[in-house]
């Protein structure tokens, strides 16, 4: 059996960049920072920052851009995912990128990331979907609209009561 999960909660390092694949799929990237604290052997404290980059698809990239901006805070889940390519120079170089199948923005409204919705918001893909093509459902109302009703198809909308067990 394998298994790939990561979950971090963290901060945006910069905006979202949100792009548009040839085939119309959006993709929105940024990198989250986490930080560390430990004590050493002498007993100082130390601190160590990481930085991700993150990767999101479809719907989830459209509201990462709308709704973070550099200074949020999230939390994300996903996957991790190593990709390489050869430079101009010709030498192959190496990225690691966490390919987000769920993302829940922390915080308020109003601070570092004013244009976020309220805390407690969350963004997933559903399990019957394959990995790597993400669908958004949300798990909670969202105050700050999150779509054109008139441009996009309704899904169906699930209710606790309609769940057999």
């Not at 298994?3 to 040839?22: A, C, F, H, S």
Request: proline share 7%; charged share 25%; aromatic share 6%.
């Amino acid at each position: 059996m394998d298994l790939n999960k990561v979950m971090i909660i963290g901060r945006l390092t910069r905006d979202p960049e949100v792009r548009t694949t040839p085939a119309g799929t959006s993709v929105a990237t940024f990198s989250v920072a986490t930080g560390f604290v430990w004590t050493d052997q002498s007993g100082q404290k130390q601190e160590k920052t990481e930085f991700h980059n993150i990767v999101t698809w479809r719907r989830l990239a459209e509201i990462c851009g709308q709704y973070l901006q550099k200074g949020s805070q999230v939390y994300i889940e996903g996957r991790l995912q190593t990709r390489n390519w050869t430079g101009q120079d010709g030498v192959k170089r190496y990225t690691t990128e966490i390919i987000t199948e769920n993302m829940i923005m922390l915080g308020r409204a109003g601070s570092a990331g004013s244009g976020q919705a309220p805390a407690g918001n969350s963004f997933s893909r559903p399990q019957s979907v394959q990995p790597g093509e993400p669908v958004i459902s949300s798990n909670e109302p969202v105050e700050a609209p999150i779509s054109d009703p008139v441009s996009e198809p309704k899904e169906e909308e699930i209710r606790v009561e309609d769940i057999p067990f």
